[in-house]
């Protein structure tokens, strides 16, 4: 049986996201570089082509690596995870300030919380291969799972970054489901997560005010102006580089949080389309490549990865538009942040090197440099 070289096709449709993403974040950003930082227009365009820089040195990298050490290790490559997120937390502690990220020389280094994402995720797919036929059981989800799991959501909320707690959750909920775990653990675990997310938005005010900004109970001019930087794009938009709303601070963060609405403005609602279109396109290609995973862990690693990259674009574009309350969250390869574009690129990696093994499996002839 013959199958198609995804991974090929994977990487020519993350080369045409970031190749069509940078132009727009170079555009969202140049007006904010100039005005805000007394920069250059280039300013952030640079550092992200760094990222980008790096990122593709990650991605052949990975290919070098059997991802099944990464299921050997997943206890191991967890606990570091969360030694790097409680760094930060352990270096504030006699401060007021709880710190998410780690810095050098005044410039941010890491996001910790994406590393921790990836670690979380990690341990899931492999939790699911080590036990998938009693999952079920009390006692492996409380001895096996649950403590590893709440301690990463934990720590990722306390930093305090809830809108990624939320979001990592419904990643490890859905692989849960896909996995098997019946109705009487789902009511559980949603009952649980629930009352969680209550608690942290009592814990924190600045989550309750982006609720009630939300709710339209206070205003926010910043979603209010993401709507109107949008209709003001129109279906065809006003032209690359012709935003208005990005001048005067009128959308403060446009070349991160809220990038898709100088998008909108500048190439309107078909612009909009073709970014939902070609992420689509790349949704479905994880899909494919987790489908044709020769083993489970390969499938819900996969799986993890690539739900875990549309879910941030859904959700970006759902608080744009004030569907959801504003949560920060990027777009992947097309946000301006360092964090995240190496993250996002080392999950294309991985994708890319488990459908090779997939390819492989069924071509022995397929040369992988694996040892």
């Not at 952030?44 to 990650?58: D, Q, S, V």
């Not at 809830?162 to 859905?174: E, K």
């Not at 612009?271 to 899909?287: E, P, V």
Request: glycine content about 8%; overall charge positive.
């Amino acid at each position: 049986m013959h199958k198609t070289n995804n991974h090929i096709i994977l990487f020519i449709t993350v080369l045409a996201i970031i190749f069509f993403g940078t132009f727009l974040m170079y555009s969202a950003s140049s007006s904010f570089a100039y005005f805000k930082f007394n920069k250059s227009d280039t300013f952030f365009l640079e550092k992200h082509l760094f990222w980008i820089f790096i990122g593709f040195i990650l991605i052949i990298s990975i290919q070098l690596i059997n991802p099944q050490l990464l299921n050997k290790f997943s206890y191991y490559f967890l606990y570091f995870s969360w030694a790097i997120m409680l760094l930060p937390i352990i270096s504030n502690l006699d401060t007021d300030s709880i710190d998410r990220w780690i810095r050098y020389g005044g410039q941010t280094i890491l996001t910790t919380s994406d590393l921790g994402k990836l670690g979380i995720i990690i341990f899931t797919a492999s939790f699911i291969d080590k036990h998938y036929k009693n999952i079920n059981e009390s006692r492996t989800l409380i001895y096996h799972y649950i403590p590893y799991a709440f301690i990463s959501l934990a720590i990722i909320a306390y930093q305090p970054d809830l809108s990624t707690m939320i979001v990592l959750a419904s990643i490890l909920f859905s692989l849960l489901f896909v996995a098997g775990l019946n109705k009487n653990n789902i009511f559980i675990l949603f009952g649980l997560g629930v009352f969680g997310i209550i608690a942290l938005i009592l814990r924190f005010p600045y989550q309750l005010q982006r609720l009630k900004f939300w709710l339209g109970i206070e205003q926010s001019n910043q979603s209010s102006n993401s709507i109107l930087a949008l209709a003001n794009g129109g279906i065809s938009g006003n032209g690359f580089g012709e935003s208005t709303f990005k001048y005067n601070g009128f959308i403060p963060e446009g070349q991160t949080d809220f990038v898709l609405a100088i998008i909108g403005e500048e190439l309107g609602f078909i612009g909009i389309i073709f970014i939902f279109i070609i992420y689509i396109f790349l949704f479905l290609q994880g899909l494919k490549i987790s489908r044709e995973s020769t083993n489970r862990f390969y499938l819900f690693l996969s799986l993890g990865l690539t739900i875990n990259i549309f879910f941030y674009l859904l959700i970006n574009s759902a608080y744009v538009v004030q569907i959801l309350p504003t949560t920060g969250l990027p777009i992947p390869f097309i946000s301006y942040g360092g964090s995240q574009t190496i993250f996002s690129m080392i999950s294309i990696g991985l994708l890319m090197n488990i459908s090779r093994e997939n390819h492989s499996s069924l071509n022995p002839n397929f040369y992988h440099g694996r040892k």
